[in-house]
């Protein structure tokens, strides 16, 4: 007689094994720049084997792009929470961020998200495009500028993320 097959059973130890992949990526980023940091160290770190790295994640630029902080669902104020969240985000571990190097750990599809709700609610200054806006909210959103001002804690996360705002609202309103 055959044995039931209980679907998601196994579910628990899949996301244990990701959370230790990722976990794993990110010490040995933190530690190293990005580009030295290979899928079998990250493997032998978690305690799994290549294979299940790439089972999880499909690639290497998948699982250091996994790093970074997740894309978020659209909400009433949708520039604010992206640079709030990323700010969060980066300060729990700029020495990661900084190794990621030329890796992109960020949502790429949310500057030009944000930009098209601004423009659809008729948010941006006369003469703003919509190309204009998605640039702009890129660069104040990116890791080397938040880093810029928030380098060795000179200023918090919150305080950063304020500035960016600001920023934001002077050039695109």
Known sequence: MARPYRLG???GSVDRTSRAI???????????????????AI???????????????????SLL??????PRQHSGDDLREYLERSCAAWAENPALF??????????????RRI???????????????LKE????????GSFPVFDRLHRDGRRSAAAV????MRLASAILT
């Open 9 to 11: 059973r196994r579910q």
């Open 22 to 40: 990722l976990a794993a990526a990110r010490e040995l980023v933190a530690e190293q720049r990005a580009a030295s940091v290979s899928v079998r």
């Open 43 to 61: 493997a032998e770190r978690a305690g799994v084997s290549r294979l299940t790295v790439y089972q999880r994640f499909g690639s290497r630029g």
């Open 65 to 70: 792009a996994s790093l970074g902080p997740p």
């Open 98 to 111: 900084r190794n990621l190097g030329g890796v992109d750990a960020h949502d790429a599809e949310a500057p």
């Open 115 to 129: 930009a098209e709700r601004l423009a659809t609610a008729d948010r941006l200054r006369p003469g703003c495009s």
């Open 133 to 140: 806006a998605e640039d702009v909210i890129g660069v104040l």
């Open 161 to 164: 993320g304020e500035i960016l």
